[in-house]
T-cell receptor, first 113, second 113 residues
Framework: GAVVSQHPSRVICKSGTSVKIECRSLDFQATTMFWYRQFPKKSLMLMATSNEGSKATYEQGVEKDKFLINHASLTLSTLTVTSAHPEDSSFYIC?????????FGQGTRLTVV | GDSVTQMEGPVTLSEEACLTINCTYTATGYPSLFWYVQYPGEGLQLLLKATKADDKGSNKGFEATYRKETTSFHLEKGSVQVSDSAVYFCALSRSGGYQKVTFGTGTKLQVIP
């Protein structure tokens, strides 16, 4: 199946700064990638669908100006958390769909201090 | 909307003990059901799936049966090993697995020798 690499695995940043998380599909050209977020002791929630060459589709309640998604190529999608605040601290994970199966990256633990 | 509820962890078992992780779902229609596993430091991997009622998914000694009447998809294994220590996520999807996936909160399993 598809191999998905996410970077970085952990990041600590200061409040007010921006953080970029990369999701790469190493062996599969993905026109669509998905970004999820997990709050402590809660489910992984779909944040947005990243579409190659066009705007991302955000789930209800997700601030698109805060969570910028860029899908410039068939193998790379990026999530930028802008002007990060402590409440943005969370686990973020991306996925790629191949056939009828989803393949996930390792996830990124973001801590905003 | 769709939701998945799974038992709170962590679950600690001795090697060779029996494992059951309960999972129930709420969804209209006939979703596909999944169990994903996340080993320490790695991404989510599909463990097993079932796409219609009464289907049994199985892999690596783990099993789960799609019970429409009880809206359940409990994960079972007869004899766990230390290498099974991981976080297990129950999930559902309406479109075969690679579009929007709704996850449970995850259950951490620790198997001690």
């Amino acid at each position: 199946g598809a191999v998905v690499s996410q970077h970085p695995s952990r990041v600590i940043c200061k409040s007010g700064t921006s953080v970029k998380i990369e999701c790469r599909s190493l062996d599969f050209q993905a026109t669509t990638m998905f970004w999820y977020r997990q709050f402590p002791k809660k489910s992984l929630m779909l944040m947005a669908t990243s579409n190659e060459g066009s705007k991302a589709t955000y789930e209800q309640g997700v601030e698109k100006d805060k969570f910028l998604i860029n899908h410039a190529s068939l193998t790379l999608s990026t999530l930028t958390v802008t002007s990060a605040h402590p409440e943005d601290s969370s686990f973020y994970i991306c996925s790629v769909g191949e056939g009828t199966e989803a393949f996930f990256g390792q996830g990124t633990r973001l801590t905003v201090v | 909307g769709d939701s998945v509820t799974q038992m709170e962890g962590p679950v600690t078992l001795s090697e060779e003990a029996c494992l059951t992780i309960n999972c129930t779902y709420t969804a209209t229609g006939y979703p596909s059901l999944f169990w994903y596993v996340q080993y320490p430091g790695e991404g989510l991997q599909l463990l097993l799936k079932a796409t219609k009622a009464d289907d049994k998914g199985s892999n690596k000694g783990f099993e789960a049966t799609y019970r429409k009447e009880t809206t359940s998809f409990h994960l079972e294994k007869g004899s766990v090993q230390v290498s099974d220590s991981a976080v297990y996520f129950c999930a559902l999807s309406r479109s075969g697995g690679y579009q929007k996936v709704t996850f449970g909160t995850g259950t951490k399993l620790q198997v001690i020798p």
